[in-house]
């Protein structure tokens, strides 16, 4: 098996930004003859969004206008064409969101994050991932094949006949939760069986290091992925374990939540992501999760860009007298003043009673210039302050909660 994928993975950042220059026009192309896109990008030119800073300047999608575009048009709100014979699958995740899916080589690019992992011809991966109505389970299988690997699509659930599967088949490799794997192994103990498992991959929830610890110490070796239902793979560990590299197939930016705009390099914000995938070109789709970039190149040899991986959720929502306050108000009072850099809220209680702070980086003297905008922006009043510019926290809140509910 070949320590990379592709060559793709080891590109140089001149024919990366070459090879970018020449996609993109090629996939805001495509979203422009779909109406779903209507007019957020009808008097935009395909040609002029050749880099990541042209594309900075587009809408953003969230998954909320996805959903509501496909209850008005059905089943796919536009943003995807069913007529397309690439797209033999339509899929439901919890909301509901309907994703289509593609028969294409590894349609969703998860050969890589297997590969990376070690996985390939002369294994048998086992894949618990669910097949039922979402697409995880499609989805780690087609990487399986992409890297020449033979199934046993075991799902979830039924854990003794999990570990008689594995036992009588010899499966050496698993896909599926963290903790799922930690379950059968449990089991096969129990059972009196010694499995064949050497190599993991997962995803759909946190890998804590002591649990991936403890399958080292059984001789396993456990990376993980990160991808959606809508978009696929996005970034996948290496044997590195220094943080997470973006997939070759996807752009990647990071904003202040609530808005398009991209982060400071380093600053945690809010994970945006951009398909090269023809038949489901997502634009600017914001993923609602936190991270941030880390800089440098990959000791793996890989020479994409790296994020730190999974850091909470960018969707900060709180209900504050009654009202929501949501991380697009801030940004809305932010860009009501020329001379405010940031802004932060903050919840907390006295006497029983909701308050607001609205902590606010400026050059102003006095706060009395921004109660009004406050009132305006997030339809509530609130206490203001100034703070100096870079003096707010560089880890993505937005709105911090700080009421305690137990």
């Not at 050749?50 to 536009?78: H, T, W, Y």
């Not at 050969?111 to 979402?134: E, K």
């Not at 929502?317 to 697009?328: C, L, Y």
């Not at 050059?363 to 003096?391: N, Q, R």
């Amino acid at each position: 098996m070949s320590r990379f994928f592709d060559e793709l993975e080891t590109r140089s950042a001149d024919q990366r930004a070459a090879d970018l220059a020449d996609a993109l026009p090629r996939q805001i192309t495509r979203a422009k003859t779909l109406s779903g896109y209507g007019a957020a990008l009808a008097d935009v030119d395909p040609a002029s969004i050749n880099s990541m800073d042209a594309l900075a300047a587009l809408p953003v999608l969230r998954k909320s206008e996805l959903g509501a575009a496909q209850k008005a048009n059905g089943p796919l709100g536009g943003f995807a064409d069913l007529s397309n014979p690439n797209l033999v699958h339509v899929f439901q995740s919890p909301g509901p969101i309907y994703e289509p899916g593609g028969h294409t080589s590894d349609w969703f690019r998860f050969g890589r994050v297997l590969n990376a992992v070690g996985i390939g011809a002369d294994d048998i991966v086992q894949n618990c991932f669910s097949y039922h109505l979402t697409p995880a389970g499609m989805m780690f299988e087609s990487g399986a094949r992409a890297v020449g690997a033979k199934v046993l699509p075991a799902g979830v659930g039924q854990t003794e006949m999990q570990v008689r599967a594995a036992a009588d088949i010899g499966t050496t490799a698993y896909a599926g939760t963290p903790d799922y794997l930690k379950i059968i192994l449990d089991k096969a103990e129990e059972m009196g069986e010694k499995l064949a498992i050497t190599k993991a991959t997962v995803g759909g929830g946190a890998l804590f290091p002591s649990l991936r610890q403890e399958y080292a110490d059984r001789g396993i070796k456990c990376l993980q992925g990160y991808g959606t239902a809508d978009l696929g793979s996005i970034a996948y560990e290496s044997d590195a374990m220094e943080g997470m590299i973006i997939d070759e197939g996807v752009i990647v930016e990071i904003v202040t939540p609530g808005t398009g705009t991209p982060v400071a390099p380093g600053e945690v914000g809010e994970v945006v992501v951009t398909t090269l995938n023809p038949d489901y070109p997502l634009i600017r789709f914001a993923t609602g999760d936190l991270s941030a970039v880390l800089p440098g190149q990959s000791p793996c040899g890989r020479t994409n860009m790296r994020i730190k991986g999974w850091m909470g959720r960018a969707d900060q929502t709180a209900k504050i007298k009654g009202m929501f306050v949501r991380p697009e108000q801030v940004a809305a009072l932010v860009a009501k003043h020329d001379e405010v850099t940031k802004a932060r809220v903050i919840a907390t209680r006295s006497g029983e009673m909701d308050v607001m702070t609205v902590q606010i980086e400026s050059t102003a003297d006095t706060a009395d210039a921004y109660g009004a905008s406050v009132a305006d922006a997030l339809k509530l009043k609130g206490i203001v302050e100034i703070v100096a510019p870079g003096s707010l926290p560089k880890d993505g809140i937005v709105i911090e909660d700080q009421r305690k509910y137990d």
